[in-house]
């Protein structure tokens, strides 16, 4: 019989929690909830390697563990520092990181283009509400923004590359769900970009799952660019019997009509089982689904606010049907 593994108690923001030794400190908290959970831009639990980028998840170690109670004199990466025995976090109960979190903030939105109002990604943005919560009202950045063209990277993405924040989220799902990557970053430093090599078109079958992962608005589903907000669809969970994928998705609907199909979230907004091209470009019809009932949206969003059984103001005639 196996022996039992000890738990560990860490305590963050005054809460304590007992987890697996090798548990990161942003997993520890979202055992925990609520606002004691770190924000993360490029950590994504099901993706390997991902984490340690964006530095949104810093936090400030006031205890080491009970053996060595010295605080850590710098601030961590929540996502790639493991807990300790004893060991006390803060989060928002630091005045160290939040000033620190504005100052990430700040550097993130120095080249992202502020066109909210036009971006797909507008109301599921990860940037947005973080943007929400800790951006400034000014910028002291006075220099000429990083500009790219918008490509097409395969037949139903579009690739705005200015909104990108280099999260490499992307390129984890192209490296671990396809057998052959096409894309990838590009040159160094301030020039650094994500694209494929020659135009290259993004062609696999799990490749559309790079527009579920991606925090902000760089990848974008072009079957349903600019066709309606998001907080006036429905989003409904369903199934289908799938060959390629376990067939478990959300349908955005726009009166009975399927706008777009995304992997299903949990309320970090990662996804909980991939799908394949199949059922998120191909299957935009009823008769293809069983529709389950409509999706419980729990994280902090303007979707789970709305009453999306109601129908759109009348002042928005394209999305009437919604």
Same mark, same amino acid.
């Given at each position: ?61 006031? /205890? ?82 990083? !500009? ?21 989220? #992307? ?35 799990? *490749?559309?799952?790079? *527009? ?29 019997? #799938? ?39 191909? /299957?935009?019809?009823? /008769? ?20 999306? !059984? ?10 009437? /049907?919604?």
């Amino acid at each position: 019989m196996s022996e039992q593994i000890q738990k560990i108690t860490v305590t963050i923001d005054g809460k304590t929690v007992e987890v697996d030794p090798g548990t990161t400190i942003l997993n520890a908290a979202r055992q925990i909830g609520g606002e004691v959970v770190p924000p993360a831009m490029c950590y994504y639990k099901p993706l390997k390697g991902s984490g340690g980028k964006c530095r949104t998840c810093l936090v400030e170690v006031s /205890k080491g563990s009970e053996k060595d109670p010295r605080p850590m004199p710098k601030l961590v990466a929540s996502c790639s520092t493991t807990v300790m025995d004893g060991m006390e976090v803060k989060n928002k109960s630091s005045e160290r990181v939040v000033d620190a979190r504005k100052g990430v903030v700040e550097f993130l939105l120095i080249n992202h283009p502020l066109d909210c109002p036009v971006c797909d990604q507008a109301g599921e943005c990860s940037l947005q509400d973080l943007a929400f919560e800790h951006g400034a009202d000014t910028s002291r950045y006075e220099f000429k923004r990083r !500009e790219f063209d918008k490509i097409d990277i395969g037949e139903y993405i579009k690739l705005h590359m200015t909104r990108c924040i280099l999260c490499y989220r #992307c390129v984890y799902v192209a490296n671990q769900l396809t057998p052959n990557r096409e894309h990838g970053i590009l040159k160094r430093g301030d020039a650094a970009e994500i694209s494929t090599y020659i135009q290259n078109s993004l062609e696999n079958d799990f *490749i559309g799952n790079v *527009i579920d992962v991606c925090p902000v608005g760089a990848l974008t589903d072009k079957t349903f660019r600019f066709r309606s907000r998001v907080w006036y669809t429905k989003p409904m969970d369903a199934s289908c019997d #799938c060959g390629k994928c376990g067939g478990k998705a959300v349908l955005w609907m726009i009166g009975n009509e399927i706008a777009r199909v995304t992997a299903r979230k949990d309320q970090y907004g990662e996804v909980e089982e991939f799908i394949c091209n199949d059922c998120r470009f191909n /299957k935009k019809e009823l /008769k293809d689904w069983n529709v389950e009932g409509p999706r419980k949206i729990s994280r902090h969003s303007v979707i789970s606010t709305n009453h999306y !059984e109601k129908t759109a103001p009348a002042h928005t005639p394209l999305l009437n /049907k919604a």
